[in-house]
């Protein structure tokens, strides 16, 4: 799945930093061909400890995680939707990518210059917030003139068009975004086809110091981060940009040290990949065998055939049958034997809907 989320925040705030992890902590590229990746796009493995368990129990020569990715947003300055800086480079990143990682800085060093001049992570995050804000109003502003004369002539699209941009535009006017609206399925389609920067949806990440680590519940500045997050509708996550790129550069034994000496379970980046990944309603299905077991990315809703074409489009095209095992039912039955004995194997035809963590061998014929 192409998916991929923008990295944005103001400069020194620890967005570059946060990036520099991300690619050091990147796939390997020999597992993935086909790929071309930017200098400005990071890919990274989504931590997932369900494969280890399935290799486990299914032993596999090789193991494959899923991936995904974030792309590193030009810095933006205030006026950007007027274009300063390089505010017009910085708005069409944006529209390029399919979730928003804002980085906000929650942490207060001399030795590091505020473009502001103080540390005000909500004064930072309206800064970014508004400029989105006036560049979709500029935009819904000339759609609106466009489809108001068609709309006189009763045309049935241009009057539901016309209906949801009259719903964005004054909350836009008051500097709001588009994902603070409820709209039907219907109005849903339309919004996706205006392609605004604030319909996209967001986490706001807190960039705390080191010794914050354990404990960023009580980080003056992330407490803010979070209420501000939390009245949108949207996540929060706290992590130390700086420590994370030095994490990256461990092997996972010296990794897992540092995170205990540190007191936390999980390294950030690995949280926040988790956080992106499922903000898009990405979920995860497997394939096992002998010679790989393997991670794969499909969209929460997606049919077993439109699944089976993530791995090939022969096997979409060619489609007959879903041999399915619930990662929970092998997890406790430690077999696909035992499995199949207990009756939890299920063959699944076109219409059903793949579940996260499904274990599947398609069968097609092309």
């Known amino acids: 799945?192409?998916?991929?989320?923008?990295?944005?925040?103001?400069?020194?705030?620890?967005?570059?930093?946060?990036?520099?992890?991300?690619t050091k902590a990147g796939a390997e590229m020999a597992n993935y061909p086909f790929a071309t990746i930017d200098p400005n796009v990071g890919m990274v493995e989504?931590?997932?400890?369900?494969?280890?368990?399935?290799?486990?129990?299914?032993?596999a020569k090789k193991i494959i995680k899923t991936t995904f990715e974030f792309t590193d947003i030009a810095g933006l300055v205030k006026g950007a939707s007027?274009?300063?800086?390089?505010?017009?480079?910085?708005?069409?990143?944006?529209?390029?990518?399919?979730?928003?990682?804002?980085?906000?800085?929650?942490?207060?060093?001399?030795?590091?210059?505020?473009?502001?001049?103080k540390v005000d992570p909500i004064e930072d995050i309206e800064t970014i917030n508004l400029e989105l804000s006036l560049s979709d109003l500029?935009?819904?502003?000339?759609?609106?003139?466009?489809?108001?004369?068609?709309?006189?002539?009763?045309?049935?699209?241009?009057l539901a068009e016309?209906?949801?941009?009259?719903?964005?535009?004054?909350?836009?006017?008051?500097?709001?975004?588009?994902?603070?609206?409820?709209?039907?399925?219907?109005?849903?389609?339309?919004?996706?086809?205006?392609?605004?920067?604030?319909?996209?949806?967001?986490?706001?990440v807190g960039n705390i110091a080191e010794e914050n680590m354990a404990n960023p519940e009580d980080v003056e500045y992330f407490k803010l981060i979070k209420e501000y997050a939390n009245n949108e509708g949207a996540d929060a996550l706290a992590i130390s940009a700086k420590t994370e790129e030095e994490i990256a550069t461990l092997d996972e034994d010296e990794r897992q040290e540092f995170l205990e000496a540190e007191g936390v379970t999980e390294s950030g980046l690995d949280r926040l990949i988790k956080a992106a990944y499922y903000l898009l309603g990405l979920q995860t299905f497997f394939t096992a065998g002998e010679k790989e077991t393997r991670a794969w990315t499909f969209k929460k809703g997606m049919k077993a055939p439109q699944v089976a074409g993530v791995i090939h489009s022969d096997f979409e095209r060619g489609f007959i049958r879903a041999e399915v095992v619930a990662f929970d039912d092998l997890d406790k039955y430690e077999?696909?034997?035992?499995?199949?004995?207990?009756?939890?194997?299920?063959?699944?035809?076109?219409?059903?809907i793949v579940e996260d963590g499904d274990i599947i061998e398609f069968r097609f014929n092309v």
């Not at 799945?1 to 991300?22: D, E, Q, W, Y």
């Open 162 to 204: 016309l209906e949801v941009l009259n719903k964005i535009k004054p909350v836009l006017e008051e500097g709001g975004s588009v994902r603070s609206i409820e709209f039907t399925e219907e109005e849903q389609k339309i919004v996706k086809g205006l392609f605004l920067l604030t319909s996209k949806p967001i986490i706001y």
């Open 335 to 352: 077999s696909m034997q035992k499995v199949k004995e207990a009756g939890r194997m299920r063959l699944e035809g076109k219409e059903y």
């Open 82 to 117: 007027k274009g300063e800086g390089l505010g017009n480079k910085f708005l069409e990143n944006i529209r390029q990518v399919d979730a928003i990682v804002h980085v906000v800085r929650a942490f207060d060093d001399d030795n590091i210059t505020s473009v502001t001049g």
């Open 138 to 158: 500029d935009s819904v502003t000339k759609r609106f003139s466009k489809v108001e004369k068609v709309a006189r002539t009763k045309d049935k699209d241009a």
């Open 46 to 59: 989504v931590p997932d400890d369900r494969l280890n368990r399935i290799t486990d129990l299914i032993p």
């Open 1 to 22: 799945m192409a998916l991929t989320a923008g990295i944005v925040g103001l400069p020194n705030v620890g967005k570059s930093t946060l990036f520099n992890a991300i």
